[in-house]
Each structure stands twice: as C-alpha cells, then as structure tokens.
C-alpha cells in the first residue's frame, strides 16, 4: 500500500468507520419497523425473504474477489484500475450466474419462493450484481484507504431506503414492490458513490484476464477456506 494514501489517523478512521457501521444498522432497523408497520408480518416477510435471496445468494457467488481486490491492489497499486474493471466485468457474470442459479432452484422446487410473485423473484434477482459490485469496489477503496468514501456507500443503502420507504408510507403508496424498489435504489447510489471514488483515485483501466484469474484463485482460497 502506498503510504502516501494513509489517513492522518487510523484510528480516527477506525472510529468513523464503526459510527458508520452503527448508523446503518440504526438506519436498516428502522426500516424493518417501518416495512413491518405499514406492509403487516406477511409484507415485511416477503421484503425480508426478496433481500435475504439476494444478499446469500451474492455472498455464494461473489468467489471472494473482494479479498483478491484487498490483497492485490495493496501489493501494487498500479493493478488498481484493472482490478476495478474486472470487478466489473466479474459482478456482472457471476451476479448472472447466481441469478440463473435460483431461477433453476426455484423452478425445481417452488415451494423456494413461497407465494413470492415471479416479477419480485426478478426484482431481487437484480440486487445480486449490485450487492457485489459493491463489496468488490469497497474491498478495493479501502486497500487505499479510502474509508470516508466506503462509508458514504455503507449509508447511502439504507438511507435511501428509510427515507424511500417513509415518503411511500406517508402518502399511503407503500408496497412490497416499491420496499424492494426503494432497497434497489439504495443500491444503485452506493455503488455510483464507490464508482466516483474510484475513478476519481485509480480510474477504470482496460479488463486483464490474467489479472482476472488471478483474482478468482486467490479468492476462491479464501471463499472455501
């Protein structure tokens, strides 16, 4: 890691990292209560069951490239903008490839998704490419130290998605297809926030497989590991 990109306190950066951390749990309680006041237990479980599918779903897939992008970038940071497109170009095909796969569960056991509508099934599918990019370009940030700007996208999430969800609930328009909406858009900001940093610091340089492969090893060590 350069040391020129260090923080003028590491712990003051630990520190806000775990306000960080508080707030969005604060912010996500909130809006559980939210969802589960206005939507009933029913709406609030099938907004739970929608997010849950795509978060485990992400996780199994993601092939820990996010450890690859910490390891790598640290090591030499002019792999930076490479890594950053190829976390791209990875979160795209293997969010598919997890998309895919709980169609195919679902389709063989449908009991799966419960009485979930196949078009919220969909929606949720689209949160996986999101939930990994997100970590990958996190995980590549804070090699550099970036921590201020992966907390701006730790927030953003729930933050659209508490004041989504209110402004919904107020005028009486909430739904279990506009919650999931709403946490969709939460996504999409945290990662045009990360994107911005990062092509404000590295940039996004032309996809490397070897790099790729590369990365898929050492994170596929850690992923079952």
Do not use: C
């Amino acid at each position: 890691m350069d040391g020129a990109e260090r923080p003028p306190s590491l712990v003051r950066a630990a520190v806000a990292t775990y306000a960080t951390n508080v707030a969005a749990v604060a912010l996500s309680l909130t809006n559980v209560l939210l969802i589960a006041w206005t939507l009933g237990p029913a709406g609030r479980g099938e907004v739970a069951l929608l997010i849950a599918v795509a978060v485990v779903t992400s996780h199994l897939v993601s092939l820990s490239v996010q450890d690859a992008n910490a390891n790598l970038a640290g090591a030499d940071p002019s792999q930076r903008a490479a890594l950053a497109t190829n976390s791209l170009v990875l979160s795209l095909l293997l969010g598919a490839v997890g998309a895919v796969a709980v169609a195919g569960l679902v389709e063989a056991v449908p009991a799966v998704a419960g009485d979930v509508r196949p078009a919220l099934l969909l929606l949720s599918m689209v949160g996986i490419p999101l939930l990994l990019l997100r970590t990958y370009l996190s995980f590549l940030l804070q090699a550099g130290y970036a921590f201020s700007a992966t907390n701006r996208a730790w927030l953003a999430g729930p933050l659209v998605g508490v004041a989504g969800n209110a402004a919904l609930a107020l005028s009486g328009a909430i739904t279990v297809t506009s919650a999931m909406a709403a946490w969709i858009v939460g996504q999409v900001i945290a990662v045009l926030v990360l994107m911005h940093h990062v092509r404000r610091r590295a940039g996004f340089g032309r996809p490397d497989r070897g790099l790729a492969a590369r990365s898929l090893r050492f994170g596929l060590k850690s992923h079952v590991g």
